[in-house]
């Protein structure tokens, strides 16, 4: 991996007694819109609520979130019927390229095909990568950055 920054930060998410009515932005300054990178295929139930708690990690340290497979799922897509699966993919990498940087969730040392090909995208378009490896109690590693 090209430009790969090796560093350690334990962070336990605290996102869960916030007013999220009274959080302020500058007017003139946007969001920084993360990409969240994680497993959907398998046990699609379980995947969807830990993609949930990484969305409000990303929420928890100032950032948007952005993660299509809890988007469209949300809408009636199904993940299970190729035709859709395949044209919900198009959406996400398309949301992808809207993203300032994509934060990569990896739970038991699994990367989806799903997940590599997001990975793929993001470095072609150079965007920063965050990889985060999933701990036990809610806590996420951080295992490295990639710049291209």
Do not use: Q, W
């Not at 990690?57 to 199904?78: L, N, Q, R």
């Not at 699994?110 to 997940?115: A, Q, R, W």
């Amino acid at each position: 991996m090209d430009n790969l920054v090796i560093g350690i930060c334990v962070r336990k998410c605290e996102c869960f007694n916030k007013n999220y009515n009274t959080r302020k932005t500058a007017t003139n300054k946007t969001l920084e819109k993360v990409y969240v990178v994680s497993r959907l295929k398998g046990d699609i139930k379980n995947n969807i609520e830990l993609a949930k708690k990484y969305c409000r990690f990303v929420d928890s340290i100032g950032k948007m979130p952005v993660a299509s497979h809890i988007m469209y799922p949300a809408m009636g897509f199904d993940d299970t019927n190729p035709f859709e699966r395949e044209k919900c993919r198009i959406y996400g990498l398309e949301l992808l390229k809207l993203c300032d940087s994509v934060y990569c969730f990896i739970k038991d040392d699994v990367i989806s095909t799903g997940m590599r090909e997001e990975i793929r995208v993001a470095r072609e378009l150079n965007i920063p990568i965050k990889y985060f490896r999933v701990l036990e109690g809610g806590y996420y590693e951080c295992t490295g950055y990639l710049y291209n």
